[in-house]
């Protein structure tokens, strides 16, 4: 079992950027592929980007493909969510994901954060 907590969230203006984290509690970090997601208000949730286990891997959904960027750090259990030149549309609770196994899915994760509150300002 793994437990996560996201940090890094706020109030910036467009085209700034921010630095999403997820701290991973347990020992098997390494063994899940990790994600983030987001759901705006009124809004289903929705895949963002996710990694493997090595990093080696990413994936994006296209609304952010060349602005954010994933990455992770095993030696520390966090994953990360770098997101540049930020939109009006970005505006949402950013959510870290973990799902066994090496595959990269825009669905079925098993362990969920509680969310950081992300807002852009037009």
């Known amino acids: 079992q793994v437990q996560l907590v996201e940090s890094g969230g706020g109030l910036v203006q467009a085209g700034g950027s921010l630095r999403l984290s997820c701290a991973a509690s347990?020992?098997?970090?390494?063994?899940?592929?990790m994600a983030w997601f987001r759901q705006a208000p009124g809004k289903e949730r929705e895949f963002v980007a996710g990694v493997n286990w090595s990093g080696a891997s990413t994936y994006y959904a296209d609304s952010v493909k060349g602005r954010f960027t994933i990455s992770r750090d095993n030696a520390k259990n966090t994953v990360y969510l770098q997101m540049n030149s930020l939109k009006p549309e970005d505006t949402a609770v950013y959510y870290c994901?973990?799902?066994?196994?090496?595959?990269?899915?825009?669905?079925?994760?098993?362990?969920w954060g509680q969310g950081t509150q992300v807002t852009v300002s037009s």
């Open positions: 994901a973990a799902r066994r196994g090496d595959t990269i899915a825009t669905a079925s994760y098993n362990y």
């Open positions: 347990g020992r098997t970090f390494s063994s899940y592929t």
